[in-house]
């Protein structure tokens, strides 16, 4: 089964970077679409980014367009998420999650889409 486990998560100021990592193991990861999601206290888990299994197609939410980048190097098995001109509404946990059923879709951004999740990981963003 797959094994997701993020790390790079921390506290920063506002308008600060950070650059969030997730290794998968497990099943074949260029098999798998990644995404990444964030849950702030007392609110739902909503989607930041996807990633089709070649990299080659990314979407994101609104929220962080233009500041978040997706990005994954197959031969290491990780998808990592660039974090930049953060701000405090991007305090959360950060999960990652796989998608093994449609891999070359960049549709397909709610939990039910991505069949593994991570345990996740905080960040922190202070005014």
């Known amino acids: 089964q797959v094994q997701l486990v993020e790390s790079g998560g921390g506290s920063v100021q506002a308008g600060g970077s950070l650059r969030l990592s997730c290794v998968f193991s497990?099943?074949?990861?260029?098999?798998?679409?990644m995404g990444w999601f964030r849950q702030a206290p007392g609110k739902e888990r909503e989607f930041v980014a996807r990633i089709t299994w070649s990299g080659g197609l990314t979407y994101y939410a609104e929220s962080v367009r233009g500041r978040f980048t997706i990005s994954r190097d197959n031969a290491k098995n990780t998808v990592y998420l660039q974090m930049n001109s953060l701000k405090p509404e991007d305090t959360a946990v950060y999960y990652c999650a796989a998608d093994g059923i449609s891999p070359r879709a960049i549709t397909g951004t709610t939990a039910a889409d991505f069949g593994s999740w991570g345990q996740g990981t905080q960040v922190t963003v202070s005014s």
């Open positions: 497990g099943r074949t990861f260029s098999s798998h679409a």
